[in-house]
């Protein structure tokens, strides 16, 4: 695949390509749980990504079901060629197409499980036209903070993580350092499968910083740490180089904890537009020219038509 004739070292890359799944998964309990949907409405879905984003009941408990298709790798395609059960649908002169149907552990639906899912979960998901918002430091101050300290995302994942009461098997790195440290793990839109769609979040461990607007020059040890010791410890376990990875922040966050976003070059991943992302190189440079650099600046993010915040702006004419 693309990821590794671009990557240089294709040799390196096609070792690391076979990554090890994560074969504790759910289990029956988990099976039970999804069987256990009740389909609601559809909120999303693509054909071209093949992903298809459900509103439901777990029961009778409110819940959101993430389906993706996984792409087909290079490594596993002898095999699945060889014993897939097919079926001619048609022939044409040199053209002719097949249903292939793959033994089951070779098509895996990635499957993720909001619930009980709340109504911003909802809103997230669902597809909507979106607008952007320029947001001056005094913005920030009377409509933007006073929000997010009234009804932000919950953050407790982000604490379960810290705190290895959930996913600590998942660590691929951490530093456990109070001010500067951090914890690398998988995040959770990435199955491991394959490294073209490589997505990883380095979360801090201090719980002062909620996002891009609270660093100053006083936390560049803080980002210059995760930058280098995230991008050394994917290197080492992914054999992916620096030269493939966006690292960013994301303005505005969906989890008012900072963390910073590690994803492959190859992957066109959500929230990688203009709109949204901050290199973390550039946060960097940034705020060693200027330490209030994202204290004063304006800055512009997309939100969705029935986003509480968008509604915000609206009332305070800012829109
Ligand atoms: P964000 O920039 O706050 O918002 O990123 P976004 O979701 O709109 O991008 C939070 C990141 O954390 C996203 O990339 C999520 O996919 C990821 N994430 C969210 N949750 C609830 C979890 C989780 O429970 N575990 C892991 N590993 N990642 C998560």
Redesign the pocket.
Known sequence: MAAAQNSGDAETHQAAKRLKTDETEAGNNGEKFISNFEVGRVLRDSTREKTIFVHGKIDDQEAIVILEKTPITEDVLPEMLKTSTQTLEMRNDIYSTYKLRPPPHLSGVKTTV?CPATEKHVK?YLRQETFLIEETEQDYQSITLPYINSQS?SVQ??Y??LEKK??AD?IVFEDPDPQDGFVL?????WDQKQVDDL?L?AIVHRRDLKSLRDLTADQLPLLRNIREKGLEAIMKRYSVPASKLRVM??Y?????HL?V?FISLDYD???CGVE?AHLLADVIQNLQHQSVYYRKHTLTFPARADDTLLGKFREAGRL
């Not at 793990?185 to 839109?189: M, V």
């Not at 505005?252 to 008012?256: A, D, E, L, T």
Request: cysteine-free; overall charge positive; hydrophobic content about 35%.
């Open positions: 909001i997230k995302f994942w982000v379960n993580i959930a996913e998942r793990l998988p995040d959770f839109k997505y979040i922040l994301h505005q966050p969906s989890y008012y963390h976003h991943a959500p929230g949204r």
